[in-house]
């Protein structure tokens, strides 16, 4: 099975522990959320394209094909 609560309490100790086979890990949006209305509140700034970087778990070169 797969899973989509990566968190490290739950999915994440789940594919440790076998229970799962991989979790998706979803990278925080809250701080790049705030930063952005903080930004449009006090200047007004228009709020641009965010990127966040994501990494997989278990790393992708731990994974059979």
């Avoid at 509140?41 to 990494?55: C, H, M, N, S, Y």
């Amino acid at each position: 099975m797969i899973g989509c609560d990566g968190l490290e309490d739950e999915g994440q100790a789940m594919v440790a522990r076998g229970d799962l086979t991989a979790t998706v890990v979803l990278p925080p949006t809250t701080p790049a959320a705030l930063e952005t209305l903080e930004a449009w509140w006090e200047k007004g700034e228009r709020p641009e394209t965010i990127f966040v970087d994501v990494a997989s778990f278990p790393p992708m070169e731990t994974l059979k094909g």
